[in-house]
């Protein structure tokens, strides 16, 4: 069985989980009192306090087990931050940023924003996310308007089952958790988990894969929504929770073909993203993510993001820093 670790990217701790059986809860139950509520991404996460010019404060909300700040959570703000000077007609087209610290969950964020330049068709703008007077993150976001060409293509999308047929991370942890053998570390772990609800929801494609009770290539697939009612025709609001969302359980695919590794410290070290159509991510998008490379204690993960008629909405990538456990030092645990 795979060794229970802290992966920081969203991820429950692996467990011994099984897929579920008949009556289970979940697939095309009708969605909770929470999906008629507005989204607390939207209420709250992304909502900036401007505290003077160029200069805003963001509330923590959803901590990961690491008890780092979640990179997606820095980056969304970042860029609510960014795309407060920009022009009306002006779209996030891409985000560049590298994590350069830890983020204390335990402080607000301030967001320092510069105007790079503004152009008749592109704007670009520049933050640093700061905590203890020091950058934890530096972002460039560039904004473009709307400019149709006849030059566009894109892949397919992946043919997978449709949320409605598919379990909630959090009722298979309840399946597992109904295992009267589970190890106690493994049981606190995803208590943990279940006890602090993230703003966003997730169908794993294949449970055994979440669960790392098989291991496979590295690739995996989920859909994925804001907890939670936003709207339709806010795309700067939806850019920047698509921004959060990108960076849950997306290094953690670099591990899927490792069936026996105990994982000391792992953090997204860079992400990148490029906005491609419109979308809602209050309605189900599917998270493709496959991790091409693996070496020298880094990790590369892709990812595209597909509105659910199988428009290509945006694409990520990300490098992460992944340092294991020797297996000696866990031999002897
Ligand atoms: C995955 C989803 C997420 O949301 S993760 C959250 C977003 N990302 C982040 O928070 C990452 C932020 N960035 C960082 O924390 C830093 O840039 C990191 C990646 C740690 C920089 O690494 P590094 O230059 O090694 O930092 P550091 O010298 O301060 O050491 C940090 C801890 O690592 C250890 N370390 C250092 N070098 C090595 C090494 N070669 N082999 C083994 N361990 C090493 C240091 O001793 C230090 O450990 P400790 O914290 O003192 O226990």
């Excluded at 429950?12 to 979940?26: E, K, M």
């Amino acid at each position: 069985m795979s060794e229970h670790h802290d992966k920081g990217d969203g991820e429950p701790p692996p467990g011994t989980g099984s897929p579920p059986g008949p009556g289970s809860p979940g697939p095309g139950s009708p969605p909770g009192p929470s999906q008629d509520l507005k989204s607390v991404l939207v209420t709250s996460v992304l909502q900036l306090e401007e505290i003077d010019v160029g200069l805003y404060r963001g509330k923590n909300y959803w901590v990961p087990l690491s008890r780092r700040l979640f990179g997606g959570q820095i980056i969304g703000q970042a860029l609510v931050a960014a795309a407060e000077s920009v022009a009306g007609h002006l779209y996030a087209h891409s985000l560049h940023c590298y994590f350069v610290r830890a983020g204390d969950p335990g402080l607000p964020v301030l967001y320092k924003v510069d105007r790079v330049r503004d152009g008749r068709s592109f704007c670009v703008r520049s933050v640093k996310a700061i905590q203890h007077g020091e950058p934890i993150l530096v972002l460039q976001a560039s904004f473009h308007m709307d400019q149709p060409s006849p030059l566009q293509h894109q892949f397919s999308m992946p043919a997978v089952p449709p949320p409605e047929d598919l379990l909630s991370l959090e009722d298979l942890i309840r399946l597992v958790l109904g295992k009267p053998d589970l190890e106690e570390k493994v049981k606190r772990g995803f208590n943990r988990v279940l006890a602090n609800e993230v703003p966003i929801e997730v169908r794993p494609v294949n449970p055994l894969q979440f669960s790392r009770e098989v291991t496979t290539e590295p690739k995996r697939m989920f859909w994925v929504r804001a907890r939670g009612h936003i709207g339709e025709g806010n795309m700067k609001l939806h850019g920047c929770v698509a921004a959060y969302i990108s960076d849950y359980s997306f290094l953690g695919t670099t591990l899927t073909s490792y069936p026996d590794i105990r994982v000391k410290m792992m953090a997204s070290l860079d992400h990148a993203m490029w906005f491609h159509n419109t979308f809602r991510t209050d309605e189900w998008m599917l998270y493709e993510v496959e991790s091409p490379w693996a070496g020298g204690s880094r990790g590369l993960v892709q990812g595209r993001l597909w509105r659910r008629d199988g428009v290509l909405a945006a694409s990520c990538c990300q490098e992460g820093l992944i340092r294991l456990t020797p297996s000696e030092e866990k031999s002897k645990l």
